[in-house]
């Protein structure tokens, strides 16, 4: 079974689709400005709805930037708190904005350098659907929880949820139809509840419950909406930066078209996530039952 379990890994690891080469993962100031600043809020949110405990200690897989690992320090009072991400430089990132307790490594969420229970919870913030075996990366967390511990995450509504990129996206297709096939509403259809629900239940987690966790998204202006989008961190921006100055234009210009703007020239939109928890069986015999 174990080694089923790693030829499986290898193939999707060995899978490259045309859409992954505009996942660029590695500034983190680009990345706070085009996402990190919508993490915030939504890490806060998906905790005051997993309430756990303090003194616990954490593992945040796929931390990013950081914060996720930030707000389990700043309200939950953990033992210990240690972010995973495959990116060294959003690792570099979090290490100079998130201070002690929390910890930084870069590691693969697929083979986690944490020992089997060693930790009191797991949890991943919008970082699942990127990965190459998401059903994988969930086993691997609830083998590093203790007996009865939550393994928990979160990721964007893509397909209905997350109205500004549904709108970048929506303007790009007008303005260049092949970009149908980059549209994360497309491509990240397992961000719904029923997935989620099913990748927790294939993991053998047990108690599992999804919840949406919402934030608005409100920007000054148009500019503040658009520039984060040349700055090449994550599939719009990766995206953006493959075009041609004339399409690029043609772009911003189809997009502030489409965009609701204010009086005052603010735009404000809503962010959806799916938060999904479950818990690792308290025997193995129920792990087997599940």
């Known amino acids: 079974m174990k ?13 490259v689709r045309r859409e992954e080469r505009f996942d660029t993962w590695a500034a983190g100031d680009a990345y706070d400005r085009y996402m990190g600043r919508w993490s915030r809020p939504v ?42 991400d495959r990116s060294a430089g959003f690792v570099r990132a979090a290490r100079a904005a998130v201070p002690a307790p929390a910890r930084f490594a870069v590691a693969d969420a697929l083979s986690l350098p944490v020992r089997d229970e060693a930790c009191d919870a797991a949890v991943s913030g919008l970082a699942l659907n990127f990965l ?9 967390a609830a ?4 007996r009865g511990g939550p393994v928990a995450a979160y990721v964007w509504d893509y ?11 929506d303007a790009a297709v007008a303005a260049d139809p092949p ?10 259809h397992g961000c719904r509840p029923e997935p989620l629900l099913a990748l927790w239940a294939g993991a053998g987690l047990t108690e599992v419950t999804v919840a949406p966790v919402e934030v608005p ?5 148009f500019a503040d909406l658009w520039e984060p989008f040349l700055a090449g961190q994550g599939p719009a921006p990766g995206y953006v930066a493959t075009l041609a100055p004339a399409a690029r234009d043609r772009l911003r210009d189809t997009f502030r078209a489409a965009v609701p703007t204010r009086p005052d020239g603010s735009i404000a939109f809503t962010a959806r996530a ?17």
């Open 3 to 15: 080694e089923q379990r790693e030829e499986e890994r290898g193939e999707e690891r060995g899978k």
């Open 43 to 84: 890490a806060d949110g998906f905790l005051a709805w997993l309430g756990c405990a303090d003194g616990l200690r954490w593992l945040d897989v796929g931390c990013g930037t950081g914060a996720l690992t930030a707000a389990i320090a700043a309200r939950c009072r953990p033992r210990t708190v240690l972010g995973l």
């Open 217 to 221: 998204t409100v920007f000054a202006g």
């Open 143 to 146: 083998r590093v929880v203790k």
């Open 179 to 188: 970009a149908a096939a980059l549209h994360e509403g497309r491509r990240f």
């Open 159 to 169: 397909a209905r949820g997350m109205e500004f990129l549904t709108a970048f996206w």
């Open 132 to 140: 190459p075996a998401p059903g994988a990366a969930v086993a691997e």
């Open 274 to 290: 799916w938060a999904v928890c479950g818990r690792r069986p308290s025997s193995a015999a129920a792990g087997r039952a599940a």
